[in-house]
C-alpha cells in the first residue's frame, strides 16, 4: 500500500474506535503527516466534537487506539499529545511528534501533563 | 534592571517559569477575553480565580503581576453603558485580587484606571507611542509606564525625546520582531483583538497578515535585520532611556521564554538570533543569524536616517551573514543567502 493509503485506512479505525467508545459523533477531519524543518516528523489529526473531558475519562483507552494508529503508521509513539483550541475545552487535533533534540527541550523541561495551556500531553517518553 | 517577562497563562507554566530564573522582575499575561480582549494570540484566558491564584504565587516569590488587556479595536463596545458598567467591573475585580499593573492601549482605558484604581497604568505598544507629543498626551491622561513603539527602538532622537517629555516611566519591547514600518500592523491587531476578545468572534479561514509577514521576510532578507529588535549586548545602548525591559513571547514555550530571559538578562547570547525574535517564530529553522557577527551594527543603526533606498546597510549586513537551513545527504547544513532560492 502507498503512505497515503495507509493514512485513510488508520484514520477511518481510529474515527470508528472513538466513536464507539465515547458514544458521540467524533470527526477526524483530516489526518496529516508532517516533517519540519527543525527535524521533528510526524503526524496531526484534526478533530471536531472531541471535548477534553471525554480524553480526561477515557484517556487510558485513546492512548491505547492511538499508540496503535501511530504504531500502524510506523511512527514511534514516544510523545502523543492533543492540542486544545485555547481557552476551550475543545480537542482541535491529537498529534504524534518524534521530536527533534532541540524541539525535546521544550517539552522535556516540564513535567506535568500541561506544558503550555493548549497542549495535554498523553505521552511522553523521557531520554536517557 | 526590570525584566517584563511572558507568561503562558496558566499555574503550571508560571511555576515553571518561576523557578527556572531569577531575574524575573515581572511576569505579564491576558485576562480573560470575556472582558477586554487583547492585541495578540493567546494560549489561555485564566478566569478571576486562577488570576488569583497566579498572582498571590507571583507575589510569594517576589516577582510583580501585570495583565495585559491592550484590545486595539472593541468595536465601540467600550463606549455603550453595558460595555462601560462590565469592563469597570473587571477593573475593579482586579484591583481586589492585588494586580501591580494594567496594560491597556484605549486611552479611555488609561483614563478610567488612572481615575478609579491604584494599579500602575501601563500604556501598551499597541498605543503607537512614537513621538514625545504622544507620550505626553498619555501621560496626562494618567500613565504610569508608556511602553513605546519598537518601530522608534533604533532612532535614538526620538527615544530621547520622548524621555524628555515625561516623567513617567518608559519600558521597551525587545524582541517583538515585527516588519520595520510594516503596513500590516493596525489590521493584524485589530484582527487578533476581535479574534482574542468578547464576541463576535471571527470565524476566519487563514491569518493573511501573518502569512503575508513570513513570505516577505523570505522572499527579501533584509527585513530580518531592519527589524527593530534589540540584541541583549545592546541593552547598554538604552540605559540612559530606560532600565526596563519587555521580552515578548506569550505563546512560546517556558524553555524558549526562559532562554530569552537568559539571554537579555546576562546581556549575551550566543547562537542564532532568531531564537529570540518572538513575532516571526516559525522561521526560526529557516534563517540562521549569528548573533555574534551583528556586534557593532548598533552603531550605524545610531546614526540611520531611515532612508533605506540609499543607505542599503541592513540589506549588505543581512547577504554578508544570514545563512539558510538546508538538507544535503549528510542531513541538515546552512547555505548562504542567495543560493537557496530567495528572491533578493
Known sequence: MTITQDMLKARGALENKLRELLGIPV????????????????ITINTRGLQLDDLEVFEEHILKYFTETVTSLEIDPSFLFVRLIPGTSEIASINARMLCSNCYMDFARGSGKRPRPDIYILRFDSRE | MKLYVPHVGHLEG???????????????????????GTGRTNLSAPKLEEIA???????????KMEIILNSSCMGGQQLTPEGYRTIDWYFDKLNGIGIDSITVADPLFVEMLAKDYDMDVVVSVLSFVDSPQKAEFYEQLGATTIVIDPAVNRQFDKLESIRDAVSCDLKLLVNEACLYQCPFRYAHFNFFSHANGPGP????????YYF????????DPQQLIKSPWIRPEDLKEYRHITDTFKIGGRTQFVNWILNA?????????????????DSIKDLKDHF????????????????????????????RLAEKII??????EDGRCMVPLGSSGDRT
Not at chain 1, 470527526?27 to 510526524?42: T, Y
Not at chain 2, 530571559?261 to 525574535?277: F, P, Q, R, T
Open chain 2, 14 to 36: 508560571l511555576e515553571d517559569l518561576l523557578s527556572g530564573s531569577d531575574d524575573i522582575y515581572a511576569v505579564y499575561m491576558a485576562g480573560s477575553p470575556d472582558y477586554i
Open chain 2, 288 to 315: 540562521f543569524i549569528p548573533n555574534s557577527e551583528l556586534s557593532g551594527a548598533i552603531e550605524q543603526w545610531k546614526r540611520c536616517d531611515k532612508v533605506c533606498h540609499k543607505c542599503g546597510y541592513c540589506k
Open chain 2, 261 to 277: 530571559v537568559d539571554a537579555y538578562a546576562n546581556e549575551s547570547y550566543e547562537g542564532n538570533l532568531m531564537d529570540l525574535l
Open chain 2, 212 to 219: 503575508k509577514c513570513l513570505s516577505l521576510r523570505i522572499n
Open chain 2, 201 to 208: 468572534k471571527p470565524n476566519v479561514l487563514d491569518d493573511y
Open chain 1, 27 to 42: 470527526f477526524l477531519i483530516e489526518m496529516d503527516a508532517f516533517a519540519l524543518p527543525c527535524g521533528c516528523g510526524g
Open chain 2, 323 to 328: 545563512r539558510v537551513y538546508s538538507q544535503d
Open chain 2, 53 to 63: 491564584i497566579q498572582t498571590e504565587y507571583a507575589h510569594d516569590k517576589g516577582v
